[in-house]
T-cell receptor, first 110, second 121 residues
């Protein structure tokens, strides 16, 4: 069965700190990988995605993620977070159906 | 970008009643829509895949007679929670795929609705 693990449930950072959120997946066959973000009071939005090609994917708002096939990982990074990045982040993996991780709540302190 | 709406955004009902939630793709046709349930502090749990013109595919453990799904058109899928009970209280979210592969999107990218908060008293 496919699964997605997010290691950090709640992360608190100061503005300008660097961010890395871990995501590991277990999936047989072709897999597409996603990071979604849910800002307070808003619905899920796609941050970035990986289907094939360059394993380093750049998304919106300065986020990037690296697909490491040997580690079954797709970690999300941002070199310098802002207060407006406060949100919940979901990693997802799948092909026809997508499985979501449990989410990581990021709190950025001004 | 592709927009998905849900109606209502919030509903409170008495135990034993049925509640219908609508999911609409506003600017694209969606042959496939998905229904998720999100528990507090937990992930989105896929309930079922809704296919236009055919029966929905339910995930293991989801009662299809309890959660009726109808995908009668390319822009509308409905989830009806029948004989709702307090344990059905949750946040229900739908998503849709845009098979037309509009610019920047791809077949497996899902666009999410804003969700519906169901409270059963």
């Amino acid at each position: 069965a496919q699964s997605v693990s997010q290691h950090n449930h709640h992360v608190i950072l100061s503005e300008a700190a660097s961010l890395e959120l871990g995501c590991n997946y277990s999936y047989g066959g072709t897999v597409n990988l996603f990071w979604y973000v849910q800002y307070p009071g808003q619905h899920l939005q796609l941050l970035l995605k990986y289907f094939s090609g360059d394993p380093l994917v750049k998304g919106i708002k300065g986020f990037e993620a690296e697909f490491i096939k040997s580690k079954f990982s797709f970690n999300l990074r941002k070199p310098s977070v802002q207060w407006s990045d406060t949100a919940e982040y979901f990693c997802a993996a799948g092909y026809q159906k997508v499985t979501f991780g449990t989410g990581t709540k990021l709190q950025v302190i001004p | 970008g592709a927009v998905v709406s849900q109606h209502p955004s919030r509903v409170i009902c008495k135990s034993g009643t049925s509640v219908k939630i609508e999911c609409r793709s506003l600017d694209f046709q969606a042959t496939t829509m998905f229904w998720y349930r999100q528990f507090p502090k937990k992930s989105l749990m896929l309930m079922a895949t809704s296919n236009e013109g055919s029966k929905a595919t339910y995930e293991q453990g989801v009662e299809k007679d309890k959660f009726l799904i109808n995908h009668a058109s390319l822009t509308l899928s409905t989830l009806t929670v029948t004989s709702a009970h307090p344990e059905d209280s949750s946040f229900y979210i739908c998503s849709a795929r845009d098979p037309a592969n509009r610019a920047g999107a791809s077949y497996n990218e899902q666009f999410f609705g804003p969700g519906t908060r169901l409270t059963v008293l």
